[in-house]
């Protein structure tokens, strides 16, 4: 990497965040952070510190070596803090997080010597006699001192050391935001450079973009807000945010903006350049988190699908030769398989949250309608016409009651969930099903599928079919977004208008995008609003590929005349997401596959251990529990199918979730697998 060389006394006076990045210097050439922090570490800085109680801030204030590392990911962080402040905090959170396990061990410890779990401990064998015997004698304190010094050193250490470790776990992050929303800001700032605006111009549009371009725009607004409130040129402000950015991507790109902004080179076609280059990189970094993604289900076949075998017929053959009975199963597969299923949907997200577009939403100047004042009020026909308004709105409401199921389908909960619970109480009231562990035993397919397996299906259905609805019509628009902006540029290349291309390309598209053009342009010329009428459609339809290129379009419009080119970009940028989420789905297909797959293999397996081996049990003589080499009780074979058919239920709806979220990074996604799945699992025990 080139790195632009440092401007004499260009930083002299910057902050900590301003600072050079990089491994430690050596100690005859300290970088700029650790001057500032040491110049902070003074005499006279301490003193004042020190009369703070316990003087814990300037202990850490004057010990700079240490964490200058940490200043530098707390900037990067955006916390605003400086590493004294932060680790003063996190030495209190420590503190009192070790009070508590403190707390937790001497709580423990009296339980424990109520139960009488003491009064089997010997006296060690390997120490000296009277040692051994005074640990004896009082194994109970020994034993009290001893829980609370672990839990509330293991406490307070765990949570000094994850504070500590927070700000790197946010600066990764945000290194990731920004490596992948970078090409498409970049795009962004090609368009708006080729209609003509200039280098601040276009910082100052990409700072505005927050809701668009997320962290990117954030790197760009501290640009816009060094020039502007600090009075720094805009060199050094560029240099400022390459300093603090922790994105090595972005630091490169400020690199070569500056080098071109020195030898006064072209900054369209620097922007052309670097936008192709980015959206190659873009494409390289994707395949490593799909092989990371591809990883991941591989994992999850082993620790959910071969592991739960493994562990029951463990229990089975445990069971069969000591008795151990079914409650260690049981709270693998009621508590630790599905805790398991969560956090590894939680590290699937974290894992994709950088991956994750920014917000599509568009908030408009004038949104909120104005409200009409005296003399409009006072009009003998204004209750009239609201009451007409009402009533159209009313009408509105009718004619298409699933309106706002298909817009937010997370809405069906507010009508599913409660008429489930009625459901449910009805249910119960007229004793069709009982809620207790021994209808479960006693008929565990029945009682299972009217209280659990009916209710899910009940909220579960309509939330899908809606998610997939709006899915569909997203992915629907992203597919023929990029034709028809191939469409237009051809059309406003060769002389056509805006208004008359879009209505061009509604004539020869169909579906949601085709109304929507229209609308578009017929509030073009209604209102002659470019920008408001392609940001409005944005807001519309609230679709992150199209929200993009609305954003591009109005600032394009407003800049300049030859709208094919801008036009053009505005295609390319769409197509490359359109392929980055096609690869996406293309690549994982195969391991959604081998996890379903694994699914009925875990349920195959369970049939078989079912009908093969408890149901010869259950005709033999060892249920009744004769003596012999092994024996099981006829409650512990109930209990156990009950647990396989649980299981499969959990499995289901936890590998159907996670499938979903492999597959598109969306939970709801995998609804549908995991109702597939959970009838699957109801069938086969139905039949058998």
Not at 405 to 415: D, E, G, Q, S, V
Not at 420 to 430: F, R
Request: aromatic share 8%.
């Amino acid at each position: 990497r080139t790195h632009v060389p440092r401007r004499a006394g260009a930083h002299d006076h910057a902050t900590p965040g301003q600072r050079a990045r990089g491994p430690c210097p050596p100690p005859d050439r300290r970088s700029a952070l650790m001057v500032h922090i040491q110049e902070a570490a003074q005499p006279d800085v301490v003193q004042a510190l020190r009369a703070v109680p316990g003087g814990v801030r300037a202990y850490f204030k004057t010990r700079p070596d240490r964490h200058w590392k940490l200043q530098e990911r707390l900037n990067q962080a955006r916390f605003g803090i400086t590493y004294d402040v932060y680790l003063t905090r996190i030495a209190a959170y420590a503190v009192g997080t070790g009070l508590v396990g403190a707390l937790t061990g001497f709580t423990l410890a009296i339980v424990l010597a109520q139960t009488g779990a003491f009064a089997s401990i010997d006296a060690p064998a390997l120490v000296p006699t009277a040692f051994a015997q005074a640990v004896y004698e009082n194994r109970v304190v020994v034993a009290a001192v001893g829980s609370v010094t672990t839990l509330g050193v293991l406490s307070g250490s765990m949570a000094w050391v994850v504070g500590y470790r927070y700000p790197s776990a946010v600066v990764d992050v945000r290194r990731r935001k920004l490596d992948v929303t970078l090409p498409h800001a970049i795009v962004y700032m090609y368009a708006l450079s080729f209609g003509g605006m200039g280098l601040t111009a276009v910082l100052r549009r990409m700072a505005e973009a927050e809701n668009t371009y997320g962290e990117v725009a954030n790197e760009f607004d501290m640009i816009v807000r060094d020039v502007d409130v600090f009075g720094n040129d805009l060199f050094t402000a560029i240099r400022n945010a390459r300093n603090l950015t922790p994105s090595d991507n972005l630091e490169q790109f400020f690199d070569d903006l500056l080098s071109v902004l020195d030898s006064g080179g072209e900054l369209t076609t620097f922007l052309e350049d670097e936008s192709e280059k980015y959206m190659e990189r873009a494409r390289t970094e994707q395949q490593s988190f799909l092989d990371a993604l591809a990883t991941l289900s591989e994992i999850f076949v082993v620790a959910f699908v071969a592991a739960p075998l493994f562990v029951v017929v463990t229990m089975m053959m445990l069971s069969l030769l000591g008795n151990v009975g079914t409650l260690p199963l049981a709270l693998i597969v009621y508590v630790v398989v599905p805790l398991g299923m969560a956090g590894f949907l939680v590290a699937i997200s974290v894992l994709s949250e950088p991956y994750k577009q920014p917000s599509h939403e568009l908030q408009l100047d004038d949104r909120s309608a104005a409200v009409p004042d005296g003399g409009v009020q006072a009009h003998p026909y204004f209750d009239t016409f609201r009451r007409i308004r009402r009533k159209e709105w009313l009408q509105e409401r009718l004619a298409d009651p699933t309106a706002l199921f298909r817009a937010k389908p997370i809405a069906t909960l507010l009508l599913t969930v409660p008429l489930t619970l009625l459901g449910i109480g009805a249910l119960v009231t007229t004793g069709l099903a009982e809620p207790t562990p021994e209808a479960f035993i006693a008929e565990p397919v029945s009682t299972t599928a009217l209280l659990v397996i009916a209710p899910f299906l009940a909220v579960a259905v309509p939330l899908s079919i809606f998610h997939e609805l709006a899915r569909r019509r997203d992915r629907e628009i992203a597919e023929r977004l990029p034709d028809a902006l191939d469409i237009l540029a051809s059309a406003n290349q060769m002389g056509v208008g805006l208004t008359e291309g879009l209505d061009l390309v509604a004539r020869n598209l169909s579906g949601r995008l085709s109304t929507e053009l229209r609308q578009v342009s017929n509030d073009i010329r209604w209102n002659n609003d470019i920008q408001r009428a392609l940001l409005g459609l944005a807001d519309r339809l609230q679709v992150s590929q199209l929200t993009r290129t609305c954003k591009i379009l109005a600032e394009g419009s407003r800049s300049t005349g030859d709208l094919h080119r801008v036009l053009d970009i505005a295609a390319e940028d769409t197509r490359h997401r359109y392929r980055l989420a096609r690869d996406r789905q293309q690549t994982l297909s195969s391991y959604t596959a081998v996890v379903i797959i694994g699914f009925l293999v875990y349920l195959a397996v369970i049939v078989i251990i079912n009908e093969s081996f408890l149901g010869p049990i259950t005709g033999s003589g060892l249920v009744s529990g004769d003596a012999g080499p092994v024996s099981i009780s006829g409650d512990a074979v109930a209990a156990y199918r009950t647990l396989f058919f649980h299981s499969a239920i959990i499995q289901g709806i936890g590998t159907g979730l996670i499938t979903g979220k492999l597959s598109d990074n969306q939970v709801l996604t995998g609804l549908k697998y995991s109702i597939a799945l959970v009838l699957i699992a109801l069938g086969v025990f139905v039949v058998l």
